[in-house]
């Protein structure tokens, strides 16, 4: 059984102080669904550790901001908050669709944006779409304050760029014109509480039916979420309704192996994004035809 101490900080400065002088030792709890878990199962992956701090009803990190060029996501959100915001339906609805596909209706109600990226999971539903949508993160610690972008905060499979004085406070999205398209693909082992084995986001804005800016990225087949840059380069500027489908999911599967190498489940998962990826581009062909 693992022991440990339990904190619980009356508000983010406190909390913050408490990293500075116990950050070492300390674990963070926030929605709980994945670390209780881990603490149950005595997880190699949770190390030495001495304090559980809980930071969960600190006010100010569990809102949602309207800025003139970007949109602030608190940490603390929920996936609930997220999926039945209308703000963000309105700017990012693609955020709306991965968030739903989260888990069950309790984790969803527990589970927190910053949770779901600081446990930096391969199969991180959430991370997918804010690496496509631009998104970053802002992380306090007692004297500094700093941003980074998703795509460089995670840095692993279960690893981050999180020093051990910093907390996680918010997620900044660029807003995008409502000519861009999104689509959102998962695939599960089963239809229930599912994790992906992979999942896909692709962002783009179609200009006289060629697409302009596109971001494509992947997840769970790959170590990190990451976007698929030599897949982009061949669709940008290519006219929706030339496109060498077949040719696209070979090279999109091509991609994969370049990035994780031959594995025993390369043989499943080569087809299956070049799959998902013609899929995501179909759905999105049609919203603009």
């Not at 002088?21 to 674990?27: A, L, R, S, V």
Request: glycine content about 6%.
């Amino acid at each position: 059984m693992i022991e440990f101490e339990a904190l619980k900080p009356q508000n983010l400065k406190e909390a913050l102080a408490v990293l500075k002088e116990k950050g070492m030792d300390i674990k963070i709890l926030a929605g709980g669904t994945d670390l209780l878990v881990e603490i149950n199962n005595n997880s190699d992956r949770l190390g030495d550790f001495k304090y559980l701090m809980d930071i969960s009803s600190i006010k100010g990190l569990d809102e949602i901001e309207n800025k003139k060029e970007h949109l602030i996501i608190g940490a603390l959100c929920t996936h609930t908050q997220i999926s039945e915001s209308e703000l963000i339906k309105r700017n990012f609805p693609i955020l709306i669709r991965s968030a739903k596909t989260i888990g069950s209706t309790q984790i969803r109600n527990r589970g927190t944006i910053g949770g779901n990226i600081n446990n930096g999971s391969p199969a991180a539903d959430l991370i997918t779409p804010l690496i496509a949508l631009k998104g970053s993160v802002i992380l306090k610690s007692k004297n500094k304050k700093r941003e980074l972008p998703l795509q460089d905060f995670i840095t692993g499979p279960y690893k981050t760029d999180r020093k051990e004085d910093e907390i996680m406070t918010k997620i900044k999205i660029p807003k995008i014109t409502s000519d861009y398209q999104s689509s959102f693909q998962k695939v599960k082992r089963r239809q229930a509480v599912a994790i992906a084995r992979i999942n896909l986001a692709v962002v783009t804005d179609i200009k006289k039916k060629r697409f302009n800016d596109i971001r494509v990225v992947f997840s769970s087949a790959t170590p990190t979420a990451i976007r698929f840059l030599k897949i982009e380069k061949r669709l940008k500027q290519a006219h929706i309704n030339e496109l060498d489908l077949e040719s696209i999911a070979e090279q999109t599967g091509q991609e994969m192996v370049e990035i994780t190498g031959e594995r025993w489940s390369t043989p499943y998962k080569k087809p299956v994004v070049g799959n998902l990826l013609i899929r995501a581009l179909q759905e999105i062909i049609r919203e603009v035809q």
